[in-house]
């Protein structure tokens, strides 16, 4: 593996992203290794529920959405996952969906299914939460093409505000975080600096320092998660435009 395959994305905390990068698993192309099994794998846990809701709109029921994506992933799990698939462009967000198109399409067989419970289970996926998850996104559902664009966007910045949250409590600055977080994801005017200085028993000005901070991080970390599904950083601000897109 190259250096330029190997080099993390550089967020000022450390190879928090070293593991888990796209370039990892496609610098081992098919020749699977420790490292890239792993990437892969922490890459499909984030993202795996996208999938479950695409194949619950191709009008498949709950239960077999559930043996469908786990039987998928098994599948992809396996060695030579890239062998005669298209890289999609290098990015993994195209690649895991053409990969279960296909996989739809050409490979399950009824016959051979294998149902939940009995055999290898390759991910462990929350599927209690998949359903009820599934039924709220299902609100003027668009095409599951640009469902699962917008899901994965979802998705995306869930595992953003997760990491933040993590440095943020790891800093000692957890309460500061839950004060604040609405400041990243609500419109303006849900809250005002002066309510959340008053809530925090802080000074106005330093809760604005304190918001403009965490916006900052929290831009560093998007741009950093979202180049960890690419296999080229310069497509960040391509791909960011196209998932923030999705909820247009």
């Given amino acids: ?107 399950w067989d009824k016959s051979q299914r294998q149902k939940r419970g009995g055999g290898a289970v390759p991910l462990s996926l929350d599927w209690q939460t998949a359903d009820t998850q599934f039924q709220v996104a299902a609100t003027n559902e668009p095409s599951p093409d640009k469902a699962f664009d917008r899901e994965w966007a979802l998705a995306l910045l869930a595992k953003v505000i997760e990491r933040l949250q993590n440095e943020c409590a790891a800093d000692g600055k957890a309460n500061l975080f839950e004060q604040l977080k609405i400041f990243l994801t609500a419109g303006k005017g849900v809250l005002s600096h ?26 560093i970390l998007l741009r950093a998660e979202i180049s960890q599904t690419l296999a080229d950083e310069s497509q960040v601000d391509e791909e960011m435009q196209a998932l923030f897109g999705a909820f247009g």
């Fill in 1 to 107: 593996m190259t250096s330029e395959h190997s080099t993390p994305v550089s967020t000022g905390r450390g190879d928090i992203f070293a593991t888990t990068h796209w370039t990892v698993v496609l610098a081992a192309g098919n020749r699977s290794t420790p490292q890239s099994d792993g990437a892969l794998e922490e890459l499909c846990r984030t993202y795996w529920f996208p999938l479950y809701a695409y194949v619950r709109r191709r009008g498949h029921t709950k239960e077999d959405a559930e043996d469908l994506t786990q039987a998928f992933f098994a599948r992809f799990l396996e060695k030579n996952y890239l062998d005669g698939l298209s890289v999609e462009r290098g990015r993994f967000r195209a690649f895991l969906l053409a990969s279960l198109k296909y996989f739809l399409a050409n490979e």
């Fill in 194 to 219: 002066a309510d959340a200085a008053k809530i925090l028993n802080m000074d106005e000005t330093a809760v604005r320092v304190a918001v403009h901070r965490l916006r900052k991080r929290y831009r």
